[in-house]
Structure formats: C-alpha cells, structure tokens
C-alpha cells in the first residue's frame, strides 16, 4: 500500500503477530491485510474454517485451540485477539506474563483504517452487503481501495485485499464498542437496532455509541445513513446538516421508485437524487434491504463523484456475499439457501425476500438462534418471525462466547410459536438428528433456508447431500 510504511503503522520494534481468532471472518481479514503488508502472521483457533483454509494458502501458520505454546512458538511482537476471546484465556495470560504486547482487532484494524480516506459501514444489520457493494462499485472506478469486510466476496476474490488507492472500505463493528475507534471520511450508517445485549444494556446506550462514532469523522465528512430506521431518524437529528439520506420515494436525497421483485430472484427499481430520476438500476441480489443497500452505495459513489453509469453496472454485476441469502443448489426440485440472519428484523427480511421471489413454495426453515442472551431478551419476537414460515425446526442455542444458561433453550422460541402464534409445524430439533428430519420432509418445489451466525450452513449442505445422493442411487440427476 503507497499510502503505509510499516515503520509508521506500528513502530519499528513490531515485525511479527499472532492472532487469536483468527478462524472469524474479521479477524482473518485483518491477517489477510497484515500479511500483504509483509509482516509476519501467525494465528489460532478452537475450530477450522474456510477462512483459515485461505489463509494456510496465503502463508501464514494457523495452529488449532489456544494454548500458552503458542507464544514461544511464534514469538510475536504483537498479539492481537477478538472479542470472542476472553480476557483471562490461558494463552492471553501468558503473553501478558512475558510481556508480549496486545491489542484488540479494533486497535490494529483502526490503525490501518485512519491513515486512508476510510469509508467505515456500521448499523446493526446489512454491513456485509453494503461494504461489499460500495467496495465494488469503487473498485469498478478504478479507485483501486483496500478492503476488510466481515464476509467473502466474490467479487473481490474474499473478505480482504489491499489496494494502492486513497480509500479503504470497512464494515465496522459495534458489538464490543470497537468501531469508536475509527474515523471515518463517509460513514455509512444501514441502521441503528437494539442488539448485542450482552454489551448494550438499552437501545439508548447503542444510539449512545453511534452519537460518539459520528462524532470522531474527519473534518467534513458527510454521513450516509438510512432514512427509514427509526434510529437513524433519532440520531440523524444532531447531524442534519451532514447527512446524506436514503429510503423510499422522493423525499430523501437518495430514494427509490417503481420497485419490481423479479421471480426467481432479482430486484429492479428506479433511483431517484434529489428528486430527480437517474436511472434504472437493476440487482441480481434480492429483497427489499438490498434495494436500500444499494441506494447507500450510490450516494458514497455520487460523494466520490463515480458516474452513475459506473455505479449502475458494477452493482447490476454484484453477486452477493457468502451467507446472505446464499443460494446452496437445487436438488430434486428443492431449492437450498442459507443466511447469516440472527436478529428478527433480519429474519423477517430474508424470509419476506424469499416470499417475493418464490411467491407459491413452502418454506422450510431451521434456525439456530445466537447466544443465550439475544435468545431471552428476544425470543418472542424471533416467534413472531418465523411464525411467516410454513414448517419451522429450531436447533439448540449456539453459545458463541457465552456460558451454558440451562434455563435459557430453543424450547422458549418453540413453545411461544405453538402457544401464541398457533403453529403447527415447528419443532426443537437437536444437531444429531435436524439432518435426518428435515430430508425426509422436504418435498420437490419446497424452499429450504438454514438461518443463524453459528454453525447452521453446515447442516443445509448435509441435507443437499443427502437428497442428491438419494437421487443417484434411483439413477435421477440432481438439478
């Protein structure tokens, strides 16, 4: 990158890092980033996914769990860790009693970040798309922009990259407060939501935090943020002279008209700046959220004076991310999908995106909700959500970072289903039997979706399997 020396990043005395957590996707981009930078890059994690997998291809050794080894094999400089990572883990600990330096990600990703014309996207819901497109349509100008993102784009080849230009593309991240510490030159805001409970007491205290992260943008930065969210609405108040809006119709900067939801998936609507029409824009990507992900992207592009008709292609080619509304196959006339949604207003996005594109099919769904912590403070309305789907299984809870709560379970998003809402199809499922269940359900024309940020993709692709192998073996081929 022509815009960093490593000297000015970190200091002189700082060659070397080790990352923990180095498995999720922010903290494999950050390794991504680093490593093209030269340094040297080491990582950890309890469990092996696609990230480390790209990154072993890249050079950097990733070794499995956490363990204080880890520091006299490496040796770093530096350790960064996420914030799944608790403070008194062994291998943190022990780095700390041989005087290893640390940091956060939020520290070493924001030092790189401050330094370029950053354009950091935040909001409780549609980062990763949003990051994605506006680091699309950049590139597509030719702008050549460094990119972190918490998922793999295929458009960019992954979920980071580094570029020689002035600008950098970051999803940024609220859940531990992190993403005060950058400052950006566009911040983008996509909505202000009450999530993350186990860090934000109130929905106060989340809007608390995106007032001091608005606060701390360069000199002249205008803010893009979504007209629609209520608690954009709320905080855009203290900043209107700044704010560049988004939503629908003619009354924001950025508004969109005649919206079509193709069948089959795809989006098409017109855009409309100040009133008045630029043109028809066109998304392979479906849903409603996408057509504002997209307005966001055009009005960053209209800042950075990107022709509209650059903005246009480039986000007519956007193929999506991986795990937002991701489309796994077709197999004897079953369509699977899978989305990264956890939070209701997600789901009911997704699952109101997947009615519009397949207006006449049933939909399937298994859910595995996330933390003990979200799954109590939001179990009725996760109920009210899924209540849109017609068979619904529901995993045990994924606990990420959080200890076993025996009280808190599935059961309590099952039960309100049934109780409240009258459903006659949903059913708590464990992980040793969802696959089996769900096969033999699914019938040819039926929509599978698999819904979560734990582990849920896996089972989705163990069900293809089994369908497509059923079909081999009655010599039918699998479409």
């Known amino acids: 990158m022509d815009a960093f020396s490593k000297s000015t990043i970190f200091g002189d005395g700082i060659k070397s890092l080790h990352l923990m957590g180095v498995g999720g996707a922010g903290m494999s981009g950050l390794a991504h980033l680093l490593k093209e930078l030269g340094y040297e890059v080491s990582g950890c994690d309890v469990s092996r996914t696609s990230y480390i997998c790209n990154l072993e291809r890249l050079g950097i050794k990733v070794l499995r769990g956490h363990c204080a080894s880890h520091i006299d094999i490496f040796k770093p400089d530096l350790l960064v860790y996420s914030s799944a990572i608790a403070w008194n883990n062994v291998e943190l600990e022990y780095a700390r009693k041989v005087g290893v330096n640390i940091a956060r990600r939020g520290d070493i990703l924001s030092a790189l970040f401050n330094r370029l014309k950053g354009i950091g996207i935040a909001g409780a819901h549609g980062k990763t798309t949003t990051s994605s497109m506006i680091a699309t349509v950049l590139d597509a100008a030719g702008l050549d922009p460094t990119v972190a993102i918490g998922g793999e784009v295929s458009d960019i080849g992954?979920?980071?990259?580094?570029?020689?230009?002035?600008?950098?593309?970051?999803?940024?991240?609220?859940?531990?407060?992190?993403?005060?510490?950058?400052?950006?030159?566009?911040?983008?805001i996509t909505n202000i939501d009450w999530d993350h409970v186990n860090f934000y007491p109130t929905f106060q205290s989340v809007q608390d935090a995106f007032v001091r992260f608005l606060s701390n943008r360069k000199d002249g930065g205008k803010i893009v943020m979504c007209g629609e969210d209520a608690g954009c609405q709320s905080v855009s108040k203290l900043f209107a002279p700044h704010c560049i809006t988004y939503g629908w119709g003619k009354h924001w900067n950025w508004g969109a008209v005649d919206v079509n939801h193709s069948i089959g998936g795809g989006v098409t609507f017109t855009a409309i700046r100040e009133g008045k029409e630029m043109g028809r824009l066109a998304l392979r990507v479906s849903g409603e959220h996408n057509v504002l992900n997209a307005l966001a992207t055009c009005a960053v592009g209209d800042l950075l004076n990107i022709d509209f008709g650059i903005v246009q292609k480039a986000l007519y080619n956007f193929k999506g991310t991986k795990r937002r509304l991701q489309c796994l196959g077709i197999s004897n006339g079953i369509y699977f999908y899978d989305d990264y949604g956890h939070h209701p207003r997600e789901i009911r996005a997704t699952l109101d995106t997947l009615r519009n594109i397949f207006p006449s099919h049933r939909l399937v769904v298994i859910f595995q909700p996330h933390r003990y912590t979200r799954t109590k403070a939001m179990y009725a309305k996760f109920a009210e959500v899924l209540a849109n789907a017609d068979v619904v299984y529901i995993l045990p809870v994924y606990p990420a970072d959080e200890k076993l709560e025996e009280s808190i379970s599935s059961d309590l998003i099952t039960n309100c289903l049934v109780n409240e809402y009258g459903h006659e199809r949903c059913l708590s499922v464990s992980e040793g039997e969802v696959v089996t269940k769900v096969a033999d359900e699914l019938l040819p024309g039926d929509i599978l979706l698999t819904l979560g940020a734990g582990n849920v993709n896996v089972y989705g692709n163990q069900i293809f399997n089994v369908i497509a192998s059923n079909l081999r073996r009655q010599g039918m081929v699998s479409i």
């Open 158 to 188: 992954g979920n980071a990259r580094l570029g020689h230009g002035e600008y950098m593309v970051s999803e940024l991240d609220e859940s531990d407060g992190s993403f005060e510490l950058f400052s950006c030159h566009i911040p983008v």
